[in-house]
């Protein structure tokens, strides 16, 4: 995908573009909540010789969550590692049919996973399983990150496929 440098990544359409603004402000979110946590876990560790007990297993789904949500933002801002010195080698036509036949082997990659991950938040759902931690979260609630973050990251693929189709000045 190309970048516009003065508009950012290049869009396919507003739903897009809303759900990058959405899955952008939840990073976000996340990582103030983390940098937050973290540090006051030090603090009171340093100053006080306490620990609040929950903050290793709340940082560690956070960064499960970035994880999924900042791959999705960087592949829609073309800012994956890609092999440019062969890629750039192509002609257009066959570089555009490259960047679809991944996309879409991406694509179905990430549906299957979103699926199978999608049944697991459901079984730990159904059998009321409970993480052995201070906290003792149900599983599903982390667990369903994985199979968001999956979908997400197709979301993105499905407009990186629509925007090889838009003409370019090769």
Not at 39 to 65: I, M, P, W
Not at 158 to 165: A, M, N, P, S
Request: proline share 4%.
């Amino acid at each position: 995908m190309q970048l516009d440098a003065t508009k950012g990544p290049v869009s396919a359409g507003p739903l897009f573009d809303a759900v990058a603004r959405a899955v952008s402000f939840a990073t976000g979110a996340v990582l103030v909540a983390l940098v937050t946590l973290v540090c006051l876990e030090a603090f009171l560790r340093g100053a006080f010789n306490y620990s609040l007990g929950f903050a290793e297993e709340l940082t560690g789904y956070g960064v499960v969550f970035m994880t999924f949500f900042g791959a999705a933002l960087a592949l829609r801002s073309a800012s994956m590692f890609q092999v440019h010195f062969l890629l750039d080698s192509w002609p257009g036509g066959t570089r555009r049919w490259l960047i679809r036949a991944f996309a879409l082997v991406a694509l179905l990659i990430c549906v299957i996973l979103a699926w199978k991950t999608k049944d697991l938040t459901l079984s730990s759902f159904n059998r009321g399983k409970f993480a052995p931690t201070v906290l003792r979260t149900p599983l599903w609630i982390p667990q369903i990150i994985l199979p968001v973050g999956f979908t997400v990251l197709a979301f993105f693929l499905v407009e990186q496929i629509l925007l090889t189709f838009r003409k370019s000045e090769d």
